[in-house]
């Protein structure tokens, strides 16, 4: 599904006690997704099953945090991460998403699952300055790679000088 949509600086909200479900295969191609994600997405669920999970990105979300993302559950560790995804209409919308990766029986990653609730306030303050930097040297390259890559290495610097995993660093905020 090609989209050409652009963003419309209008966010998107969903109550504290609801939560956004879907899972994927292995190369993250929705399977599955709740009413309540399909609702804040904006798509109906048959436009959503069978496309890839990136459908709801974001572009000023920082590739890094994705590249990071898929590092951890493709080697089969869960991750804990803030995600700014956008709706069909171009509006937008934050979540903190917990990202499992399922197993057959023989022990292959044959999918992830994933969990995805409303952010607190003060932790998107603290997680966007972040996001717009990494985003801002991803857009300083002229090769999209390179500029991940640069970005993805400014972040784990971040990380190690505040000592703290990606994961215990968005589980502090």
């Known amino acids: 599904m090609k989209l ?18 879907s899972k994927t295969d292995a190369r993250g191609r929705i399977l599955y997704c709740n009413d309540i994600f399909v609702r804040l997405a ?3 669920e048959a436009e959503m099953l069978g496309q890839p999970h990136s459908i709801v990105r ?7 945090v994705f590249k990071l993302l898929w590092d951890r559950i493709s080697s089969g560790h869960e991750v804990f991460a803030y995600v700014l995804n956008m709706a069909k209409t171009g509006d937008h919308y934050w979540v903190i ?10 022990g292959q990653i044959v999918g992830y699952h994933s969990n995805r609730r409303r952010p607190d306030a003060a932790a998107l303050a603290a997680i966007q300055p ?9 857009e300083g390259e002229a090769d ?3 500029g991940m890559n640069r970005a993805y290495e400014a972040l784990q610097d971040r990380l190690k000088q505040i000592g703290k995993s990606y994961d215990e660093f968005v589980l502090s905020l």
């Open 58 to 64: 974001h572009p000023d979300m920082p590739r890094a």
């Open 130 to 138: 972040l996001y717009r930097e990494l985003l801002a040297i991803e």
């Open 42 to 44: 904006g798509y109906t």
């Open 97 to 106: 998403a917990h990202v499992t990766p399922s197993h057959d029986a023989s």
């Open 4 to 21: 050409t949509t652009r963003p419309t600086g209008k966010a998107r909200d969903f109550a504290e006690d609801e939560f956004l479900v």
């Open 144 to 146: 999209r790679k390179q």
